[in-house]
């Protein structure tokens, strides 16, 4: 074997040595665009290339007997693209509804008053930036690395700065939870140095995670997160409070009782306090709306569960109050954004109780009692108003009805300011308007009365399908009802086990025992069982 010839110091010997060395293309013969036309008679099938200008006509006796996997059986069917046949019709109608219905959360939020927000326009290089855009953080659109490379590039990082470099690119790239689960896993196994990188990037983990609700329930992100704080705890390395605060979110979304309280307790052990945002986030995440956007995704919490967690858990009743740890011990009166999200989710718990005593210890706070000016526009002007109508509006959602009378008898509050649905809950029980109210408003309640009987009526109508048709006389005022659907299919859709008069998002579900197992409390007790 020749030995290889060392290369030459001059450029042109250099270029000469590319050309000779070079391997030559070699030289195939150019392949002619063939097009098939396939035509049926009754003789039988004809192929005709338009290519070559060649081509081959086969018999019926002759496709009979080659083995194909088509079957000519008289004239073959011919298809005009302009008269599609009705079973590809129907297929494609098919696809098409499938497309448009394949991702009904997105449909259900884009309906609501806020939508889901649109993809920002592509803005030029050198075009200006407006005023109002929201930041985007960086995403790592690539694939992601293999494990085996990420692990060797982890391995060779020379500084501190690299290693995160290479950390955070593999958390960007990361979309189920098992590829979060391995980086850790490798970050937690290797030096001490690289246990305190995977806990400097809590932001990372924390992208990486929503990331993963694309692809699965919030159930197993929250068990991912399980799983990370369990691993941080073994080997002691430092939990990140944001982290803590993603996991009472997540439990708060999962409906997870066990959960709250495992995250409570490590905010309560750790020393740290729950931020306003955070409290009003984890209230939100309970999914009190009356929209029940999270109950699309995961459903209603239990009641007795959430007022566990929100008073206090059952087997840690008897510690004394500095060692509790349920979301009241967070709490904080005196801030009207902590207040706000209190009295709501005790309202959608039909807390009447609780939400009574929160509101004699308002009426005893020093923003009621010295009240401040707010900023902003509107008929509720001081932080006192502001708080009274707040606190009538949850008692009234809570079913006080009695209660959120005698607010409004206390604070003198005009009827008029209150929202259309207060209103009409207020009028469910006007039975309990005081005399004083009567007596001031009796006008207004009148003809909100007729109002609430006019909605009302409306709502069985559209429930029975028919609507009214007045009639022309002028000396009459009388009508008839018209049918707008066939009435079977209406007693089938009123019959059904979720049929709605009016929607109740945001309510926990009380659980009702089944007819079998209230027998089985219920039974008497007779005389003793044979042993």
């Keep these: 074997m020749a030995a290889k010839r060392a290369p030459s110091v001059c450029l042109a010997c250099q270029a000469r040595q590319a050309l000779i060395g070079r391997r030559r293309l070699t030289s195939n013969n150019r392949r002619w665009l063939e097009t098939a036309v396939l035509s049926a008679s009754r003789e039988g099938v004809a192929l005709r290339t338009a290519g070559k200008g060649t081509s081959r006509r086969q018999n019926r006796d002759d496709a009979d007997r080659m083995q194909t ?22 297929a494609l109608e098919g696809l098409e509804i499938l497309w448009r219905e394949k991702d009904k959360r997105i449909r259900v939020l884009n309906a609501l008053s806020n939508p889901w927000p649109e993809k920002p326009p592509h803005r030029a290089h050198f075009a200006k930036k407006a005023a109002d855009a929201h930041l985007q953080l960086p995403e790592a659109n690539a694939a992601r690395i293999p494990h085996d490379m990420f692990r060797k590039n982890l391995a060779q990082a020379l500084t501190d700065k690299a290693a995160r470099r290479i950390l955070r690119a593999q958390l960007l790239r990361c979309e189920v939870p098992r590829d979060i689960v391995r980086v850790i896993a490798v970050c937690l196994t290797m030096s001490r140095q690289t246990q305190q990188h995977i806990a400097a990037l809590h932001e990372p983990i924390m992208r990486a995670l929503y990331r993963c609700r694309n692809n699965v329930d919030d159930m197993t992100v929250l068990g991912t997160l399980n799983g990370i704080h369990s691993r941080y705890l073994i080997y002691g390395v430092r939990f990140d409070p944001h982290l803590l605060a993603l996991g009472l979110k997540f439990a708060a979304r999962s409906r997870s009782l066990r959960n709250m309280k495992r995250y409570l307790r490590a905010v309560k052990t750790s020393g740290l306090t729950v931020s306003s ?41 008897h510690l004394p109050p500095e060692q509790q740890y349920h979301l009241g011990v967070f709490l904080d009166r005196s801030d009207w954004q902590y207040l706000h999200g209190w009295v709501a989710v005790l309202a959608r718990c039909k807390a009447t109780t609780l939400i009574w005593q929160e509101w004699l210890l308002w009426k005893q706070s020093d923003a009621r009692l010295r009240p401040r000016k707010l900023v902003g526009y509107g008929i509720l002007t001081t932080s006192r108003e502001r708080g009274d109508y707040w606190f009538v509006e949850q008692m009234a959602f809570a079913g006080g009805l009695k209660e959120a009378w005698a607010m409004v008898a206390e604070i003198g509050i005009d009827f008029r300011v209150a929202k259309n649905r207060i209103q009409l809950r207020l009028l469910d029980g006007i039975e309990h308007c005081p005399e004083s109210v009567w007596r001031a408003q009796g006008d207004v309640l009148r003809k909100e009365l007729l109002r609430k009987y006019d909605v009302e009526l409306s709502k069985i109508e559209r429930a029975f399908s028919v609507t009214w048709v007045p009639t022309d006389l002028d000396d009459e005022a009388g009508g008839h009802h018209i049918l707008l659907e066939d009435q079977e299919e209406v007693l089938e859709r009123l019959g059904a086990d979720d049929f709605k008069l009016e929607e109740d998002y945001g309510f926990p579900y009380e659980t009702i025992v089944s007819p079998r197992e209230r027998g089985l409390h219920d039974a008497a007790e007779l005389g003793l069982v044979d042993p």
């Excluded at 011919?78 to 590809?88: A, F, R, S, T």
């Excluded at 309970?286 to 206090?312: M, Q, Y």
């Design 69 to 90: 996997s088509v079957a000519v059986n008289g004239d073959l069917p011919q298809w005009n693209l302009n008269q599609q046949q009705e079973d590809v019709h129907g």
């Design 277 to 317: 945002n955070i409290f009003r986030a984890v209230i939100a995440k309970f999914s009190i709306g009356h929209r029940g956007l999270g109950e699309i995704r995961n459903g209603r919490w239990k009641k007795s569960d959430l007022l566990e967690v929100l008073t206090g858990f059952d087997d840690c009743r």
